[in-house]
């Protein structure tokens, strides 16, 4: 009795918080204008609309800081972008460390308090720390960081071990759970499936991902790094690490066969890198996807117990790629290395089964107030119960919005000397959506590292499109004085 009388105190306490979760706007609602902002260009606006008060403390205090490092990077703060992905990181770390909220708590009585995943901070998943280290790193090469940028390539390595751990260990909690609950498996398989159905296109970009926590992006950025400096055999084991990833990159097979590379061709390759320069084309083109919600209402005993789930929804735009031209001369176009889109969604697919595990766990808490609503109040009790239920119970949607849908490169050597460039921004049918041009000084000894973000004909940029353009000259060891290729270019 005693045990009941506890559940019915905590239900009547639990409902003025549901008050205020119900009158609250989801966080992609919330973050709705600083999105429109971020994708017409109004960086300025974007970061005054955030919720500022977010960034010091409370649930979002995570994502607010990764939104805001992102607005400051676009505004060219790459110091303010950095110390905000910072705090953020050291935030997540924290969150990884302290005792997480296990999935035996969730079937206690203090676990029936957690109305729904939106009550508990936001705690980062693996892959935005994974982005974190990239960001950074190609925050501090923007700012000629060498120093800063290596730390960073190095920290990406490490993360990379704990990530698969703990995507490990998540995975065997969520099954010996399971097994202890007796949950039934053909139940939770036809939740999955439902689940994966509301993806739709998104599960075929999932599938896509061969591994999640390797990023041909993040090796050919930490090649650069060591090209730089001139440490060749580390820049050729990362060159090798993309190929490894996209085998058809053009680029980094390039690169390969001009640090030396053994077994590796060019065909067509101009060898000598006397008198050119260099240009490293970063494109971040596109939003990221948002989170939606399938609520699946499930009988149990009295009443309906209602089971939320997110799924992602990928953001329609007609940005495909950018093309080069240098001195009006067509050099070639960029190339993902980087599919954030097709990661994001491939991540929450692979934590179907622990947001399964958790949501069970949860639904049979809720049927237990809801039996003993019943119980100690009658018809009204279980109807209370059974409404509280429903309201109660959201998906979480947060997730970091202002990501680029993904992040392609481009690396030529053009002839040194001043050069006119010019970006053309491509649909997927090779159509120019809009151009735009530089002046840029192309030198043996100089590396024009250009980071170019694109945003536009999308729900929040329908008819236009907005464009960052950031370049820096970062000195280098002179490209003439690369190993000479073992294999000719055949």
């Known amino acids: 009795m005693r045990g009941i009388i506890r559940i019915i105190k905590i239900f009547i306490g639990v409902c003025s918080l549901l008050g205020l979760l119900a009158g609250c706007a989801s966080y992609p609602q919330r973050m709705a204008r600083v999105k429109e902002d971020f994708a017409q260009g109004k960086y300025e606006s974007a970061l005054s609309a955030l919720p500022g008060r977010d960034c010091e403390g409370g649930r979002n205090q995570v994502l607010c800081l990764l939104e805001r490092a992102v607005l400051r990077q676009a505004l060219g703060d790459f110091e303010g972008s950095n110390r905000d992905f910072e705090v953020a990181y050291a935030l997540m770390v924290e969150y990884e460390q302290r005792a997480d909220i296990s999935l035996r708590d969730l079937g206690s009585e203090a676990g029936a308090a957690l109305l729904n995943e939106t009550a508990l901070p936001y705690r980062g998943t693996g892959y935005e720390k994974f982005l974190v280290h990239i960001y950074k790193a190609l925050n501090f090469l923007m700012l000629g960081d060498y120093e800063g940028a290596g730390v960073e390539i190095r920290r990406l390595d490490r993360r990379r071990d704990i990530e698969l751990e703990t995507s490990r260990r998540a995975r065997a909690a969520a099954e010996e759970a399971a097994r202890e609950r007796e949950l039934d498996r053909g139940q939770v398989s036809g939740v999955e499936n439902r689940l994966l159905t509301a993806y739709g296109a ?23 790094h060591y090209d730089l400096e001139g440490s060749w055999s580390e820049a ?21 066969v001009l640090t030396g590379a053994e077994g590796v061709s060019a065909p067509g390759l ?12 970063v494109f971040q083109s596109g939003l990221a996807p948002v989170k939606r919600e399938i609520s699946l209402p499930i009988p149990v005993g009295d009443g309906l117990i209602a089971v939320a789930f997110p799924y992602y929804q990928m953001v329609p735009t007609r940005l495909d790629r ?16 980087c599919d954030i889109e097709a990661k994001q969604i491939r991540e929450l697919i692979d934590n179907i089964p622990v947001l399964i595990v958790r949501q069970a766990i949860r639904a049979a808490v809720k049927a237990t107030l809801l039996h003993a609503s019943g119980e100690a109040a009658g018809d009204w009790g279980a109807l209370m119960a059974s409404f509280y239920n429903i309201l109660s119970e959201q998906a979480d949607l ?7 849908r993904n992040i ?33 000084e192309f030198r043996n000894d100089q590396t024009v590292l250009l980071n ?15 464009v960052i353009k950031q370049w820096r000259a970062l000195p280098r060891i002179p490209l003439s004085r690369r190993p000479r290729p073992r294999m000719g270019a055949e």
């Open 236 to 256: 050729l084991i990362d060159y090798r690490r993309v190929l490894e990833q996209v085998p058809s990159s053009r680029y980094a097979r390039i690169d390969a």
């Open 408 to 440: 392609q490169i481009l690396r030529v050597y053009p002839p040194e000397g001043a050069r006119e460039v010019r970006i053309e921004i491509l649909d997927e049918e090779g159509r120019v959506l809009d151009g735009t041009d530089l002046e840029l």
């Open 202 to 224: 998104g599960r075929e970009r999932a599938a896509t991902v061969s591994n999640l926590y390797l990023s041909a992006f993040g090796s050919y950025l930490s090649a650069l």
């Open 322 to 337: 950018a093309r080069v031209l240098i001195d009006g001369e067509e050099v070639g176009a960029t190339e993902i290395l």
């Open 452 to 466: 170019l973000r694109a945003v536009g004909y999308t729900p929040h940029h329908p008819r236009g499109l907005s």
């Open 270 to 281: 101009e060898l000598d890198l006397e008198g050119k320069g260099d240009l490293f084309f």
């Open 398 to 404: 947060r997730s970091w919005l202002l990501l680029p």
